[in-house]
C-alpha cells in the first residue's frame, strides 16, 4: 500500500520538526520545507523524508511548492515569524514580512493544494497552525496576533469552502510549549510564573502539539472540519493576567 504524503512548512525545528517527525512515525512521506536549507536537510535525513528550501515570503517561489510534490494527502501550515515589537514601534516593513509568511504564504498553500486535490478529486486534509494570541492579548505582538486572528479565520472560511470536496480544514492553537527556542526564556521565575497560572501547572512539549495534528490528519476525527484545538495545557480557558506575569515592560 502506498504511503501517505504530507508538506510541513517550517520543518526544521521546533513544532514544525516535531509534527515532520511524528507523521513520519506514523508511515507518512514528509515533504520538509523550511527557509533553512541544512535544518530541512537534517531533519528530511533523519526521519526519510524529503527536504525543500523555500522563502514562504516569495509568492513565487510558493507557486511552484504544490505543484513540485503533488500528489499529497496533507498540508500542514506551519511556519512562521515573530515580531516582538510594540504597536507604536513596529515598521511596516516588518508587518509585511510577517504577514506574508504567516498568512498569506498558508493561503495561497492551501489555495493549491485544493485546486490540485479539487481537480484530481482527491480528498485531503490541512491543518494550520495558530496560536493561544489569536485569543489572548499579550504585549510587544500585535502583528503576530493579528495574523494568528487570521489563521484561524482562514482555517474557518477553507473548511467551509472545501468540505463539499472531501477537504478538511482544521487548526491547532498552541500555549507555551517547549521548543529549542523557547526552552532558553522559559526559565527561572518566567517558567515558575508561566506554570503557576495554568490550570495543569506545567509547559507543554512540541511533541504533543504534533500529537493533536496526527490525530486531526489520520482521520480518527473525520466529522471535525472548521475547528481550532487549543493545545495549551487550559490558558485560553482560564483567568490569566497575562500582562503582569510575562512580558509588560512596565509591570
Known amino acids: 500500500m502506498e504511503s501517505k504524503r504530507a508538506l510541513v512548512t517550517g520543518a ?37 523524508g524529503t527536504p525543500w528550501a523555500a522563502n514562504l515570503e516569495q509568492p513565487g517561489v510558493i507557486s511552484a511548492v504544490i505543484p513540485s510534490h503533488w500528489p499529497l494527502d496533507y498540508l500542514v501550515n506551519n511556519a512562521g515569524i515573530m515580531v516582538r515589537t510594540s504597536l ?17 504564504a498558508p493561503f495561497l498553500l492551501s489555495q493549491a493544494f485544493a485546486q490540485a486535490a479539487i481537480r484530481d478529486k482527491r480528498p485531503g486534509h490541512i491543518v494550520n497552525v495558530s496560536s493561544g494570541h ?59 510564573a508561566v506554570e503557576e497560572r495554568l490550570p495543569i501547572h506545567r509547559v507543554g512539549e512540541a511533541s504533543e502539539v504534533a500529537n493533536a495534528v496526527w490525530t486531526l490528519l489520520s482521520g480518527q476525527l473525520s466529522y471535525i472540519t472548521g475547528q481550532v484545538l487549543r493545545i495549551d495545557g487550559g490558558w485560553s ?7 503582569k506575569f510575562v ?4 509591570a
Open 134 to 192: 489569536a485569543v489572548l492579548s499579550g504585549f510587544n505582538r500585535t502583528a503576530y496576533a493579528a495574523a494568528k486572528a487570521g489563521i484561524e479565520s482562514l482555517t474557518r472560511n477553507c473548511a467551509l469552502e472545501l468540505g463539499r470536496d472531501s477537504i478538511l480544514v482544521n487548526a491547532v492553537a498552541p500555549g507555551f510549549t517547549f521548543t529549542e527556542m523557547s526552552r532558553q526564556s522559559l526559565v527561572g521565575n518566567r517558567l515558575q
Open 12 to 48: 526544521a525545528f521546533g513544532i514544525g520538526r516535531a509534527i515532520a517527525t511524528k507523521l513520519a512515525a506514523e508511515g507518512v512521506h514528509v515533504i520538509c520545507l523550511d527557509i533553512d536549507a541544512e535544518g530541512a536537510k537534517a531533519i528530511a535525513a533523519e526521519i526519510g
Open 88 to 104: 507604536t514601534e513596529t515598521k511596516i516593513e516588518d508587518w509585511d514580512r510577517l504577514m506574508a509568511i504567516n498568512l498569506r
Open 247 to 250: 512580558d509588560d515592560p512596565r
Open 237 to 243: 480557558n482560564s483567568d490569566v493576567d497575562y500582562a
